[in-house]
């Protein structure tokens, strides 16, 4: 497996950018950003204006970001959509199993000191260095 497009600068920044921003909500409203805990509430809980703010700027930004050409991501046309749709449902389903996601886990719960975040993370993070892994899919 090789590493196509190593960009320190981009994904340090990237990082910092989102950790600032889950601090902000942190600080701000009180909430954590735990993206899968973030969709799942918006049907239920009566605080879902937020919710729903936040979910539309995770949708909106990309659109703005890659309509003006501010940021180049890799092509996924080599994926077709069903298998798109599983490793999306796969990442779903992973979410609930894992009580969070990427975000909720990796960012906000490691950045708390949560042993429960640091496992959820190592085993996320390892499930999928095997998949990598055993399906060659980044090479």
């Not at 601090?23 to 799942?40: C, F, H, Q, Y």
């Amino acid at each position: 497996m090789t590493i196509v497009n190593f960009t320190p600068w981009t994904a340090l920044f990237g990082g910092m950018l989102i950790g600032t921003g889950a601090l902000l909500l942190l600080l701000a409203g009180g909430r954590i950003a735990g993206i899968s805990g973030i969709v799942a509430g918006i049907g239920s809980q009566p605080d879902r204006g937020w919710r729903i703010a936040f979910v539309v700027g995770l949708i909106l930004m990309p659109f703005i970001l890659f309509g003006f050409d501010w940021v180049s991501a890799p092509s996924l046309e080599r994926f077709s959509a069903p298998r798109l749709v599983l490793a999306g449902l796969l990442v779903g389903i992973g979410s609930r199993l894992g009580n969070g996601c990427t975000s909720g886990h990796g960012i906000c719960g490691m950045g708390r000191l949560s042993w429960r975040s640091v496992v959820a993370t190592l085993i996320f993070m390892a499930a999928g260095i095997m998949t990598v892994t055993l399906f060659g899919v980044g090479v």
